[in-house]
């Protein structure tokens, strides 16, 4: 029997799992520091848990693109949902290292699943600047996620809650998310021919694609590198890392809601290249201040990375329309495992680094902090290559004319 696509309550379950994937981020990096207090963890293995995140996202990611065509967005949310869950409940009762590797795993298989069927599914109901619009309304959740997640993070962290506690706040918009795509119909692919995997691989063969599969890898590093490690790095220096945590992605929040607009003035690749600037400025400006000037490092970081995935993911909807669901996919998945791939590195980074203080006679706070900071000035290095790269792009793509006789979108389709 055929049902009646609903846009809306699709649009609106698809943030609520957008939120778990915020949650998940958010509240694992407020309870890093007890977890490593509580395990006896090193910087170096809290930053391997970390990339059990963003390996978990690529991998179900990819495969979910690769599937989006044959079993539809009702299944892959529904494997979300299960590894969203069994990561929550693994993680609370973890005991130990390699329960918080296994545990995090699932979470971030559950984020992936979540992001290979929501992109293309907003992409397949609604076209052009509304597409652009939706998009970044949809990817507003994950740093306005964070904002509520943050602060959930430190009340309850300041409340005397146990981490595992603040663990059992990701099940609740897990549960709303399920509830609200129970039963749904979903729409049919608005591009011809988008189904045939030869012809999203051809698409995705083009150099155009393949440039942004590289730019996305930095992309990701810059926003996420820094906002992962937010609370160890800057824990001493004088700001609270969950309140710069909360400030970056409200202000993220708030530019996504409103970067329809913007991007059509500015275009894709005009925003990209002021994103990395401000980015580039941001990051330096927390490798090098403290105190209040913390808070003005984070404005500045926020408006850089604000609209990077989901202008990225758009570029990719809108400019190579046939590389389709996996196109996405495969973007979105190189950023996360870029970000997996770094993470451990970054943990090393700092680790390398407190030796390194440590020899000049620094201790305590002191060591700490100049540690931290010392390794945000090598992170700058990931946004200056991307200036460079962005700029490239936004000569190149001048006197280009987006091709919108594929925009033609099917009236209300019935269910998959």
């Known amino acids: 029997m055929n049902q009646t696509v609903n846009p809306s309550r699709l649009f609106l379950s698809s943030c609520f799992a957008l939120i778990t994937t915020a949650f998940s981020f958010s509240i694992r990096a407020g309870i890093l520091p007890q977890l490593g207090t509580e395990f006896g963890l090193s910087a170096e293995q809290l930053g391997f848990i970390n990339s059990m995140w963003f390996l978990g996202f690529p991998i179900s990611m990819i495969v979910g693109g690769l599937v989006y065509h044959t079993v539809g967005p009702r299944i892959i949310m529904t494997v979300a949902f299960v590894a969203h869950t069994l990561g929550i409940l693994l993680t609370i009762y973890s005991g130990g290292y390699t329960g918080l590797l296994i545990s995090t795993l699932f979470i971030g298989i559950g984020n992936g699943c979540t992001e290979a069927a929501c992109n293309p599914l907003i992409a397949d109901m609604y076209s052009g600047a509304q597409m652009n619009k939706q998009l970044n309304r949809f990817h507003m959740w994950f740093p306005g996620g964070i904002v509520v997640g943050s602060l959930l993070s430190k009340f309850m962290t300041d409340g005397g809650f146990s981490w595992q506690a603040q663990i ?12 609200l795509f129970f039963g749904q119909a979903f729409p049919k692919p608005r591009v011809e021919g988008v189904t045939s995997l030869g012809k999203n691989f051809q698409a995705m063969l083009t150099p155009l694609y393949l440039f942004i599969f590289c730019c996305m890898a930095l992309t990701a590093i810059s926003e996420f590198g820094p906002q992962q490690w937010v609370g160890l790095i800057m824990s001493k220096s004088g700001a609270s890392p969950m309140l710069i945590l909360a400030l970056v992605t409200g202000l993220m929040a708030v530019g996504r809601y409103f970067g329809g607009p913007i991007i059509h003035r500015l275009d894709q690749t005009g925003v990209l290249l002021g994103g990395a600037i401000f980015a580039t400025i941001g990051i330096y400006l927390f490798s090098t201040q403290t105190g209040a000037m913390a808070y003005v490092a984070a404005i500045f970081f926020a408006i850089g990375v604000c609209y990077f995935w989901p202008t990225m993911i758009g570029f990719v909807a809108e400019r190579i329309p046939l590389s389709g669901a996996l196109g996405m996919s495969i973007v979105g998945g190189v950023g ?17 680094e407190r030796v390194t203080k440590a020899a000049t006679g ?20 990931f946004p200056i290559i991307l200036i460079v790269a962005f700029a490239g792009l936004y000569f190149f793509m001048r006197n280009r004319k987006v091709d919108h006789s594929l925009d033609e979108v099917a009236a209300q389709q019935p269910q998959l």
């Open 336 to 352: 996360m495992f870029s970000t997996s791939i770094f993470q451990p590195i970054i943990g090393k980074w700092i680790d390398s």
């Open 168 to 179: 059992w706040a990701i099940m609740v918009p897990t549960l709303i998310y399920a509830f």
């Open 362 to 381: 620094l201790t305590g706070d002191a060591l700490e902090l100049a540690a931290g900071q010392a390794t945000l000035t090598k992170m700058t290095t």
